[in-house]
């Protein structure tokens, strides 16, 4: 097989379906260069839609011989076929039929690949499974679909089926969309800055990202949509509530939203803006407090940062938040930079350990010198994933920060791309290894615990809770990261008082502890920048 030997640290998990106020301000981080070129960037339906791959490329996976030869191919080939359905708003029935998706029977709105298959085991196990003819619900749904280019449908179709007989971070993909569109690391210009959660029938705001066209309309986190343009949001999954905020044509959007039992209007317009993935600002109060918030590791990153944090040097901060909830990864090159601002140049940040036995492990140092001494805490959720995690992992093992907020998603696992069945321009992005913090140990399947734990009341999200087959660590012996500032004492100090309400618990508590002498100074006394060197 032919090799690209790209290395990629793309956080896939989120696949299928992958709030902050304060006081004060240093910049807006907004990129106007890039948006005319960005705003030719076609969907990537329409990549699939050129790329060279057939019907028969995925019935050689999923077929009625396959798919009945044991459990694992068959809730492989139901992956397989949920994924395509949901895209055309069909769904599969417990007795193999493709029937209407409805606000009753949807289960898809936060694709959880696990919870979906479940009933599926037992059906198998009933040997009720005979009752499900593949290639003919394959042959329906290429009947039903009015829409969709029917490659992409085949594409989504083999990445369902690999998400379970392989790994969930093993895909396909077209290289040209790889490299104008996901390596970039840039948003997309018809991006509003929005991300949603629906449970339970209630389609709520999880994020709204700062100095974005959402957040000048006045949208907030915790807003519950009732409709968007008219239309009743009941009716939408999160796919769909996707799809019409991408669309191309629409310049503005009309919200109806529910806020403490007050229903208000809220009126967005698109700007067409391409929003920095870095956002700071200074926090008044009795201590003044920083805030990065890194929504993504993208390009220049680490030098965005290391300028808001001189800017910041110059207003006398007492502490520093990193804020890395929601954050899915990006370049590594970069978060080993930003790690050098904190803990020095040259310090081991994370190590590759291939699958493969005969091939080294390979050890990442920091790329940049510290440029920030002070005392540190890091926000995360569980939508914080791969490089994020590392970085928050390190820091935690480094005992540079205090790690604060919900246990981090589990992508512990990178991808190299190979050539695909010796397809034209079709990457196959396969696992090959962990990633590992300095002390060996591996946030894959666990994720990294924090010191203080606290929960944003969002839908939770994980690799071992989202699916069905997710690598796990103890197979290739290694141990699962650990709290590692148990001897800093969070109870007195956390019975302080706030010095500050900026409407985020997650940032509210932090800026509680940042402000408490004994942690600042145990955080000093326990830091080993030489530890794992």
Known sequence: MKSWGVLVTIAMGFLFGLVFAGIGGISAGLQASATSQKLQINKIEEYWAKADIQKSDLTKLVNDKNCHSSEKYFLACINSVMGSLQKINQRLSYSGEILPSSVSTQNLDNYNEKENLTPFIRIYNEKLNQNFHFEQILADMLDLNKQIPEKYLFSLGINGFFSVYRDPHTYILPMNYFNEVTASSDRSPYFVGLSFDKKNGRTTIRKVFKNS????????????????????????????ISQVLKERTLKSYTFVIDRNGQRYVKNLQRSYRILNQVYSEVIDGPKKMGLIQISKFAKNTCDEVKSDILKMADQNISGLVLDLRDNPGGQLSEAACLAGLFLGANRKIYSVKYFDVTKPIEVALTTADQNYSGPVAVLTSNSSASAAELISGAFQEYHRAVIIGERTFGKGTFQEVDSWLDKKNIGLFKTKGFYLLPSNASTQFFGVTPDIEMNDGNEITSESLNYMNPIKPEVYNLKASMKSTDKLPFSSCLQTQTLASTNDAFLDKAMQVLSCQAVTTGLANLFSPNEFN
């Open 213 to 240: 066209d959402a957040f000048n309309a006045g949208l907030r986190p915790m807003d519950q949509v009732i409709t968007l343009n008219g239309q009743s949001i009941a009716d939408l999954n999160l796919s769909e």
